[in-house]
Structures are given as structure tokens and as C-alpha cells.
């Protein structure tokens, strides 16, 4: 064997070493690390979804709690069905302080809600317009949700300058005990 042939065979050999290496041992184990990055950044992906889901979370959870307070201060303004007598009572004397004559009071018939019964009362007072303004004022400073509806207004005779009779309906809302 001469050099020049020895060198030529000894190059093909370590060209087929470097093939065969390339081929079975460095090209799997890129397809290896290639399938490790995908997974790697699939659950890279999978917990920027998560945080993002985190942060929807807690901004639930901050809504959830601001809507807790809301029913909290709503139903601290809605007294127990016990204390309606103390309500009534309470406008009856804002009207006999303003002056005003109750002409008629008259509960009607409770309408049953799921999360509050409203107690509708059917009022007729006698006096002087200014005085039921001022009825009307007090009423809105009472620490309780009430609603006037079916509000007349009626002058009375002509001597009596100022004087009215008033025809109104003011929903008292009281707990539902049974929600």
C-alpha cells in the first residue's frame, strides 16, 4: 500500500466516522433538545396563561368582595319585618312635627320579593305646603330605602292660601327572612 492510498483511506474513514457520528449521535440528540425546547415553551406558555388567569381571579375576587359590601350597606338600610311599627311610627311623627294632619294611613297589601319584602302604605295628609316639603326632606334623611309613589296634590279652598292635601303611596322596604 502506498501513502498517498493510505491517506486517502484513512481520510474516508474518518469522513465516514464524522457522517456516522453526525448521524446517529448528534442529529438525535437535536431532535431530543428540539423536543425538550417545545415543551418547555409550551409550559412556559401554559403558566403565562395561568398568571394571566391569576390576576382575572383576583380581580373577580376584589369585584366579588366590592359587590359583598354594596349587599352588606343595602341591607344594613333594610330594617327587620319586626320594626315596622318603628318605621310607621317614625313617619308619623316627622308628619305631626312638620304639622301636617294625617287624614288617612293605610297599609296594603306586602309584596313579597326574593331578597326584601316592600310594605306599601297608603298616606293622606292635611296642611300647609311648605310643611310637607319639609315632611317629604325629613322623610329622605330616615336611614331606611322608601319610595313614594302616587303622589296628589290637591289645593284647598281658596281662604286657606297655602294649604294642601296630599294622596301618596311610600313603599317601605323591610328583610326577607326566608332569602
Known amino acids: 500500500m502506498t501513502g498517498g492510498f493510505r491517506k486517502a483511506v484513512f481520510f474516508v474513514l474518518l469522513v465516514g466516522i464524522a457522517v456516522a457520528g453526525y448521524q446517529y449521535m448528534i442529529k438525535p440528540a437535536n431532535k431530543h433538545l428540539f423536543?425538550?425546547?417545545?415543551?418547555?415553551?409550551?409550559?412556559?406558555?401554559?403558566l403565562d396563561?395561568?398568571?394571566?388567569?391569576?390576576?382575572?381571579?383576583?380581580?373577580?375576587?376584589k369585584q366579588l368582595e366590592q359587590l359583598q359590601e354594596a349587599i352588606t350597606f343595602f341591607e344594613s338600610k333594610l330594617p327587620p319585618t319586626s320594626e315596622i311599627h318603628k318605621v310607621l311610627e317614625q313617619?308619623?311623627?316627622?308628619?305631626?312635627?312638620q304639622g301636617l294632619k294625617p287624614k288617612t294611613i293605610r297599609t296594603l297589601k306586602k309584596k313579597d320579593n326574593s331578597g326584601?319584602?316592600?310594605?306599601?302604605?297608603q298616606m293622606g295628609l292635611v296642611g300647609n305646603f311648605n310643611s310637607f316639603y319639609?315632611?317629604?326632606?325629613?322623610?329622605?334623611?330616615?336611614?331606611?330605602?322608601?319610595?313614594i309613589r302616587e303622589l296628589k296634590l290637591k289645593k284647598l279652598l281658596k281662604e286657606d292660601e297655602g294649604q294642601i292635601e296630599a294622596e301618596f303611596i311610600v313603599s317601605i322596604f323591610f328583610q326577607n327572612k326566608t332569602s
Open 134 to 147: 319639609s315632611f317629604l326632606l325629613e322623610l329622605e334623611k330616615l336611614p331606611r330605602i322608601m319610595k
Open 35 to 46: 423536543e425538550a425546547k417545545e415543551r418547555v415553551q409550551a409550559q412556559f406558555d401554559k
Open 116 to 121: 326584601y319584602i316592600e310594605q306599601p302604605l
Open 91 to 97: 313617619v308619623t311623627v316627622i308628619a305631626q312635627k
Open 49 to 61: 396563561e395561568f398568571e394571566r388567569a391569576t390576576a382575572a381571579a383576583e380581580g373577580l375576587t
